[in-house]
């Protein structure tokens, strides 16, 4: 996964819990992403961070936080998991103009 | 209209065969294009870079066409190990905007 990684791979959550999921690249590159991917959805933006230190909202942010740690790590965190948020997630360390794109393996998570 | 409009498919051909793909896009300050492919329950993976002057890599070419503001992918040959989803996917700024994919299943 040409140095993108992500924990855990799976998750079951219940309904109301926390939990975060862990991304970190040995790139180099400043910009991070989180996607979510459902069936006939495509993938959707939650959160993206440019550079180190700023995060922005995606196209579905709501029941999501993220914190760019340093510039290795991007976080993203289910304050309180809700069954709308079961999906597969992505995190993704892409420079956008240019040809270093590279998807971590994913996190599929399942909220009974 | 979506900001990346693709077909979904599927689109079954067999060994040998060219297909094609088109992909139109709605914004036109979009920067720069990219088609992606995905296999089943696996991550998406860059295939490659999309310009106005055309790309080839391979049995792959890829095309833009800003005035009409779409994208194209064409196939050659195609192989079983083609057999995947291809997305599309615009950018502005940071952002990635991805289309939903178009599945393809190359037959014996």
């Known amino acids: ?112 | 209209r979506k900001e990346v409009e693709q077909d979904p498919g599927p689109f079954n051909v067999p060994e040998g065969a060219t297909v094609a793909f088109n992909c139109t896009y709605s914004n036109s300050a979009s920067q720069s294009f990219f088609w992606y492919r995905q296999d089943c329950r696996k991550e998406p993976k860059l295939l490659m870079s999309v310009y106005s002057s055309g790309n080839e890599d391979g049995r792959f070419t890829a095309q833009l066409n800003r005035a009409s503001q779409y994208i194209s992918l064409l196939i050659r040959d195609s192989k079983l190990s083609d057999s995947a989803t291809y997305l599309c996917v615009v950018t502005r700024y940071s952002t990635l905007t991805f289309g939903k994919g178009t599945m393809l299943l190359v037959s014996p």
């Not at chain 1, 910009?31 to 939650?46: A, F, H, N, T």
């Not at chain 1, 360390?93 to 599929?108: A, D, K, L, S, V």
Request: hydrophobic residues 30%; charged residues 15%; aromatic residues 12%.
């Open chain 1, 1 to 112: 996964n040409a140095g993108v990684t992500q924990t855990p791979k799976f998750q079951v959550l219940k309904t109301g819990q926390s939990m975060t999921l862990q991304c970190a690249q040995d790139m180099n590159h400043n910009s991070m992403y989180w996607y979510r991917q459902d069936p006939g959805m495509g993938l959707r933006l939650i959160y993206y961070s440019a550079s180190e230190g700023t995060t922005d909202k995606g196209e579905v942010p709501n029941g999501y936080n993220v914190s760019r740690l340093n510039k290795r790590e991007f976080s993203l965190r289910l304050e309180s998991a809700a069954p709308s948020q079961t999906s597969v997630y992505f995190c993704a360390n892409i420079e956008p103009q240019g040809y270093e794109q590279y998807f971590g393996p994913g996190t599929r998570l399942t909220v009974t």
